[in-house]
Each structure stands twice: as structure tokens, then as C-alpha cells.
């Protein structure tokens, strides 16, 4: 309804967007981005949930210039870093991946999913002690995230530290 009353607000559009992907469209949610990006080609959240669609969509060079928009236009952005960073990991570029990673750690030092992302691209890189710290961070802050958990398992099986392996694991 809001976006009937002011059709020129790209944020709205968003809003749409967010709502439509939290409920599993993934195609209404892209049509409203391209409306709000019509309006607004440099919308930073946009940019980022289109980017996030298109990764989970297997749209990989697409989710690429999305992100290099984003972060061309908005460098701090912590979404399009972190993005950037999981898509360098998928292309098992864990070094590249930690550059932007870093830098997303910077702007946000306590977010628990750029903690994960660099424990899992250390872990990628075969550093298990920088993995094990940013891993322990994640599970300090939210013990529940079963992603952080299983990594921080791997990072103590690394280090031959299996009683922190297994509690861990558990």
C-alpha cells in the first residue's frame, strides 16, 4: 500500500523487495528492486539485496557487478563487503575474501557473520589459530549459531585440540 501512495520513494520499494524475499519470492522480490533501482540505480540496500538474490540464484557474474556498483558507490558499505568477501570464497579465493572481509570487520567488529566468514576463509587458507579466535568471537556472542559451532570445531581439529573440538562439535 505504501508504495501505491508514493511511487516515487525507492526505499519503499525495498521494503517490498526485503518483504517478498522473507516469504520465498524471489521473483517479485527482484521485480521490486527493479523498480526501486529505476529510481534510484545507486539505492545502497538495493543493490545489496539484488546482489544477495542473485548469489543464492547461482547468478555468480551478475551478483559480481552488482557488488561492484554497490561498493564503487558506497565503499563502507558493511552488507556489500561482506557479500563480496562470500563470493571471493565461492570462488575459492579465500585470500581476496579476507580483504574484504577485514575491512567489514572493521566497520563492524561485533557482527557475528563477518566473524564466521573470516574464520571459515582462514579455515580455507589453513590457518587454524586466526580461524579458532574469529570463530570463538562469533560462538561468545551468539552461542546458537550452529555454522559457527561446526567451523570452531574444525579450527580446534587443526590445532589437535580435540576436548575443544568435541564441545564444539556437540
Known amino acids: 500500500r505504501a508504495v501505491e501512495l508514493k511511487q516515487d520513494d525507492p526505499r519503499l520499494y525495498y521494503y517490498l523487495a526485503f518483504a517478498y524475499d522473507e ?29 544477495h538474490i542473485q548469489m543464492l540464484r547461482g547468478r555468480i557474474e551478475q551478483a559480481r557487478q552488482t557488488l561492484a556498483l554497490l561498493l564503487e558507490n558506497h565503499p563502507g558499505s558493511l552488507e556489500g563487503l ?3 568477501g562470500q563470493l571471493e570464497m565461492l570462488n575459492f579465493d579465500a585470500q581476496k575474501a579476507l580483504e574484504y572481509l577485514n575491512r567489514a570487520h572493521q566497520l563492524a567488529p561485533n ?6 566468514a573470516l574464520g571459515q576463509a582462514n579455515l580455507m587458507l589453513q590457518r587454524a589459530t586466526a580461524a579458532r579466535k574469529a570463530l570463538n568471537r562469533a560462538v561468545n556472542l551468539d552461542a ?17 585440540d580435540l576436548a575443544a573440538a568435541e564441545g564444539a562439535f556437540t
Do not use: K
Not at 516469504?23 to 528492486?33: I, K
Not at 546458537?144 to 589437535?160: I, K
Open 82 to 84: 561482506f557479500l563480496q
Open 23 to 51: 516469504l520465498g519470492e524471489g521473483d517479485r522480490a527482484e521485480q521490486a528492486l527493479a523498480q526501486g533501482l529505476a529510481l534510484n540505480p545507486t539505492h545502497a540496500e538495493s543493490l545489496s539485496l539484488s546482489a
Open 111 to 116: 557482527d557475528v557473520d563477518t566473524l564466521i
Open 144 to 160: 546458537t549459531q550452529a555454522t559457527a559451532q561446526l567451523a570452531l570445531g574444525w579450527a580446534c581439529l587443526f590445532e589437535n
